[in-house]
């Protein structure tokens, strides 16, 4: 059988090739094509793809954790690159990890029913879980719901629906929120919801926005070292636009440009208009130079933006998604 190449991200992080069987590379294309339209480029094909693999990899999780069980084995991505483990760190991978977050809120696609899921040892008190759906424009379409609730540890707890009845458009984002009794939030998951595989596609009409970020060492030890001698950066990354960022991702490059192994403790973001989210990123300690890593993001709808360890973002150029 036949090969063909298709982009993807290689085990360093870096953008590359790779190369599959023709009959499984034509039906993963097929699949992505389905719902985000035909790529023009590499790079296109690559961007839609791992908007597609962190939804399939974040559904895989939220189906076992709906049984209350976690994936065996611990999760399905494996060890980080860097750690020696195999897995590239991409959109399946953030998927995921959204998917197996500790205290996490998911919505059943079948009939709208909000969990909330306790994976950590102690009971959870006071929690409240708000469900909030938006236009393309990143404008509420109804009131928000919201409910208080308490979960045990490892264990769950359904706290009303968000229906996907005939009254909300055929494409929209819901947004669920877990805050804790004092105010703090726990976790934001966001899920593009759409009838039709393809009505996906109306995500490449999302208007073009920019995104502006600034970075500094994250708070630990050593002026942003790990205890493994890694470097940990916190990037402070917002949106500027006034449409919704669509799957916003920041990376880390060194000094050339290149793209660094590394690893975020959230990423592929929804950021709603004028919205901002801190993020820490790690990758292995600088070279002999003491060059410090550049902190980038970019987002489906929002071209590239830099900023130095320690300085401010270098503005990037809004574009509007491909199609």
Request: a neutral charge; aromatic letters at 6%.
């Amino acid at each position: 059988m036949g090969g063909t190449v298709l982009p993807g991200p290689d085990p360093e992080g870096a953008d590359a090739v790779v190369s599959w069987p023709a009959r499984a590379a034509d039906g993963y294309r097929a699949a992505v094509e389905a719902r985000l339209g035909p790529a023009g480029s590499e790079p296109d094909f690559a961007r839609k793809a791992q908007f597609v693999e962190y939804e399939v990899m974040r559904a895989l999780c939220e189906a076992w954790r709906a049984q209350r069980q976690e994936w065996p084995g611990g999760g399905p991505v494996g060890d980080l690159p860097g750690t020696g483990g195999p897995y590239r760190l991409d959109g399946g991978y953030y998927g995921a990890r959204k998917g197996c977050e500790p205290l996490h809120a998911q919505v059943d696609q079948r009939d709208g029913k909000v969990l909330v899921v306790n994976g950590t040892p102690a009971a959870v008190r006071g929690l409240t879980v708000t469900a909030q759906a938006y236009d393309l424009g990143g404008r509420p379409l109804r009131e928000p719901v919201a409910a208080r609730v308490d979960v045990a540890a490892g264990d769950g707890a359904e706290v009303g629906a968000v229906p996907f009845d005939r009254g909300l458009p055929a494409t929209h984002l819901l947004r669920l929120r877990v805050t804790d009794a004092e105010g703090r939030v726990r976790s934001v998951n966001d899920y593009w919801r759409y009838r039709t595989p393809t009505d996906m596609r109306s995500l490449n009409g999302l208007p073009g926005v920019r995104l502006s970020l600034a970075a500094h060492p994250a708070d630990r030890p050593a002026e942003g070292r790990t205890a493994d001698g890694r470097t940990a950066v916190t990037a402070t990354v917002r949106n500027t636009g006034t449409s919704p960022a669509a799957m916003v991702r920041l990376m880390l490059l060194d000094a050339d440009g290149t793209r660094l192994r590394a690893a975020a403790d959230d990423n592929y973001l929804w950021l709603l208009p004028g919205e901002s989210r801190e993020v820490t990123v790690t990758c292995p300690a600088p070279g002999p130079d003491g060059r410090r890593p550049i902190v980038a993001a970019e987002a489906y709808n929002a071209g590239p933006t830099r900023a130095a360890h320690h300085g401010a973002a270098t503005a990037g150029t809004g574009t509007t998604a491909a199609g």
